[in-house]
Nanobody, 120 residues
Framework: QAQLVESGGGLVQAGGSLRLSCAAS??????MAWFRQAPGKEREFVAV???????TNYADSVKGRFTISRDNANTVALRMNSLKPEDTAVYYC????????????????WGQGTQVTVSS
């Protein structure tokens, strides 16, 4: 059974950096994305990297600060720089199943989430 496991969240001061990692098992070669969900808000798209091709795209709110990358067919990372308090959320990686890469309903596989907290 395919599974995604995230790691790397934590507490950081504003302006700091974190690197999240997502490892897939049971199946490889997904287009992968990161979403995030802050308390009281809907889950929102953050970044995506396609498979194959490695084409990336980002939400406007993180463009220039976050970088999504793929170490191999099974592992995706999200490097987050210049973090802001508004980046505080649970971050989820997801495997794409079809449709718009910006819509959470297009993703068929989800990790359990990792908490990122940015203090001011």
């Amino acid at each position: 059974q395919a599974q995604l496991v995230e790691s790397g969240g934590g507490l950081v001061q504003a302006g700091g950096s974190l690197r999240l990692s997502c490892a897939a098992s049971g199946r490889s070669g997904y287009t992968m994305a990161w979403f995030r969900q802050a308390p009281g808000k809907e889950r929102e798209f953050v970044a995506v990297i396609t498979w194959p091709g490695g084409i990336t795209n980002y939400a406007d709110s993180v463009k220039g600060r976050f970088t999504i990358s793929r170490d191999n067919a099974n592992t995706v990372a999200l490097r987050m720089n210049s973090l802001k308090p508004e980046d505080t959320a649970v971050y989820y990686c997801a495997g794409h199943g079809g449709g718009s890469v910006y819509q959470r309903t297009s993703y068929v596989l989800w990790g359990q989430g990792t908490q990122v907290t940015v203090s001011s």
